[in-house]
């Protein structure tokens, strides 16, 4: 079973351009989580979606990121215009439906690192 | 939001143990998380201890939870160098358990 992937493994873009990662979650995984870790911090929670709704977006830093989740599969994470600040890992994972059955199992990808210029 | 503390470091010579440890903010979290990360690799689950236990063995692997103190420690025995990895501590949200709160991670270099 292929686990979660992400694209690109690396991206390095000038401030103010625009960059779309993707992550591809384990086929029949409902969840899928966006993460971020910046400078070698904590890692921190982004948004969540359950199929293609957003169940929880409280980690979203502001306006410039925009996270789409088309048909309940793949997702994609747009930052524009990017910041100095923006720099760092961005990990996906996923999750079947607990349906009832915890503890909850996160599958993570390998990231993504996106340094900003 | 909540706060989960980690040393950023500890180095080990191959045979010891390792104790990794993790100060966490939020008494009500229901699950408490270890996470292992390999160079170039996403974050693999190594176990998880419910909140209600002390302690949780597995094979090398032992959890220590202190929920007066709010301190979970991972206790790698017999250490050896595919050991070597940044390990995260996590917790779940009281509010939503599908959100996790992870640490800064501790890089443990096992020497052999």
Partial sequence: EAGVTQFPSHSVIEKGQTVTLRCDPISGHDNLYWYRRVMGKEIKFLLHFVKESKQDESGMPNNRFLAERTGGTYSTLKVQPAELEDSGVYFCASSPLPAGRWPETQYFGPGTRLLVL | ?112
């Fill in chain 2, 1 to 112: 939001g909540e706060d989960v503390e980690q040393s950023l470091f500890l180095s080990v010579r191959e045979g010891d143990s390792s104790v990794i440890n993790c100060t966490y903010t939020d008494s009500s979290s229901t699950y408490l998380y270890w996470y292992k990360q390999e160079p170039g690799a996403g974050l693999q689950l190594l176990t998880y201890i419910f909140s209600n236990m002390d302690m949780k063995q597995d094979q090398r692997l032992t959890v220590l939870l202190n929920k007066k103190d709010k301190h979970l420690s991972l206790r790698i025995a017999d250490t050896q160098t595919g050991d070597s990895a940044i390990y995260f501590c996590a917790e779940s949200s009281p509010d939503n358990f599908n959100k996790f709160y992870f640490g800064s991670g501790t890089k443990l270099n096992v020497k052999p």
